[in-house]
């Protein structure tokens, strides 16, 4: 069955940096567009970034340009975000998620596989 599992998450200083990774199974990564959401306690789950399929196009949300990255490595159906520069408001459950097709949004309901989620604290 397809699967998507992260890893990385943990606690990290305000200002630090953290490499978040999800490991695709059961499925191509070359042929779907990959996406990052977050959730914070008490918030609604917010896209974060994904990379298209077809030409490897990203997007970011607004509060996090300049400071995160998403990448992919479909030979080891792998995606990548690494993040730096967290703010505590950034304490949140990353996931990853991937889309039915090969360009990315951030409407939730494109997304038919997710991950477990990883926890990201940053905290002095």
């Known amino acids: 069955q397809p699967r998507f599992v992260e890893s990385g998450g943990g606690l990290v200083q305000p200002g630090g940096s953290l490499r978040l990774s999800c490991a695709a199974s059961?499925?191509?990564?070359?042929?779907?567009?990959i996406a990052w959401f977050r959730q914070v306690p008490g918030k609604e789950r917010e896209g974060v970034a994904y990379?298209?399929?077809?030409?490897?196009?990203?997007l970011y949300g607004d509060s996090v340009k300049g400071r995160f990255t998403i990448s992919r490595d479909n030979a080891k159906s792998t995606v990548t975000l690494q993040m730096s520069a967290l703010e505590p408001e950034e304490t949140a459950v990353y996931y990853c998620?991937?889309?039915?097709?090969?360009?990315?949004?951030?409407?939730?309901?494109?997304?038919?596989?997710w991950g477990q989620g990883t926890q990201v604290t940053v905290s002095s």
């Open positions: 998620a991937k889309s039915m097709g090969m360009v990315g949004t951030f409407t939730r309901g494109e997304y038919d596989l």
């Open positions: 990379i298209s399929a077809s030409d490897d196009s990203t």
């Open positions: 059961g499925f191509t990564l070359d042929y779907y567009a």
